[in-house]
C-alpha cells in the first residue's frame, strides 16, 4: 500500500554518511525533504545532488530539513559527494541514507518494480513537523526533478498551515492567494481585515498574508 497524504511518515534507523539515525528523531521538529535517486555515480542525479546542495540556505530558511538516499553504501555516497563537489561546484551538506537492504525504500513505496527492481525511482515526501506526509511525487530516474518546485510547494503549505489560505496554478512568492473554501466569510472578515476579492463564492482572492 503506498503512502498516502496525511499518512505518518514511517520511522526508521538507518546509516547514513552522518553515521545512524533514527529518523523521527532526527527530523525533530522540522520540517522534513526526504527523498531517493536511483543511483550514485549517474548523471542526472550528479546534477540534482548539486542543486539541491546549492539550495541550502532556502531549506533553512523555511525550517526544512533535507536528506536523500539510495540502495548505494556510505562509502559510495563520501566518494560520490567529491565528484558532485567538483562537477557541480557544490558541497552536500545534508545526510544521504545507504540503504542497499531497500529496507527503508521499501517502507516508502520507492521501489517500482515494473522500472527497476534494482533501483529507487526519484521520490520525494514533504514530511510536516507532526511527521504526516503533506506531498508525495514519483519520477523516472531519466527525469530529473525541479527542486525549486519542492521548496515551492513547502511554501504552500506553511502558508495554508499558518494563514487558512491556498495557492492557484502556478503561484510564486508574493502572487495572491486563495481563501481555503472551509473558511467562512465571517471568519475570512476576521482573518483577513483588508478584505478580499470575491470572484466566484467559492473562488476568494486575498493578497498573500506576511508573517
Ligand atoms: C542518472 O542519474 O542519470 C540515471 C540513473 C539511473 C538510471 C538512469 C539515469
Not at 526544512?64 to 558532485?84: A, E, N, P, T
Not at 502572487?175 to 475570512?188: R, T, W
Amino acid at each position: 500500500m503506498a503512502l498516502l497524504l496525511g499518512d505518518v511518515a514511517p520511522d526508521f534507523e538507518a546509516d547514513t554518511t552522518i553515521g545512524k539515525i533514527h529518523f523521527h528523531e532526527w527530523l525533530g521538529k522540522s520540517w522534513g525533504v526526504l527523498f531517493s535517486h536511483p543511483k550514485d555515480y549517474t548523471p542526472v542525479c550528479t546534477t540534482e545532488l548539486g542543486a539541491t546542495a546549492k539550495l541550502k540556505n532556502e531549506f533553512a530558511r523555511r525550517g526544512v530539513k533535507v536528506i536523500g538516499l539510495s540502495v548505494d553504501s556510505v562509502q559510495d555516497h563520501v566518494g560520490w559527494k567529491r565528484d558532485i563537489e567538483q562537477t557541480q561546484g557544490a558541497t552536500v551538506e545534508f545526510p544521504m541514507i545507504a540503504d542497499p537492504d531497500m529496507r527503508v525504500a521499501n517502507l516508502y513505496g520507492m521501489i517500482h518494480p515494473n522500472a527497476s527492481d534494482r533501483f529507487t525511482v526519484r521520490s520525494v515526501f514533504v514530511i510536516d513537523p507532526n511527521k504526516k506526509v503533506r506531498m508525495t511525487l514519483n519520477y523516472p530516474a531519466s527525469a530529473g526533478r525541479n527542486f525549486d518546485e519542492i521548496l515551492r510547494v513547502v511554501d504552500s503549505l506553511q502558508l495554508t498551515d499558518r494563514h487558512k489560505v491556498a495557492t492557484p496554478v502556478n503561484w510564486k512568492q508574493g502572487d495572491d492567494v486563495i481563501i481555503v473554501p472551509s473558511v467562512s466569510n465571517e471568519e475570512a472578515k476576521k482573518l483577513f481585515p483588508e478584505g478580499w476579492k470575491e470572484i466566484k463564492p467559492y473562488l476568494r482572492v486575498v493578497r498573500q498574508p506576511r508573517d
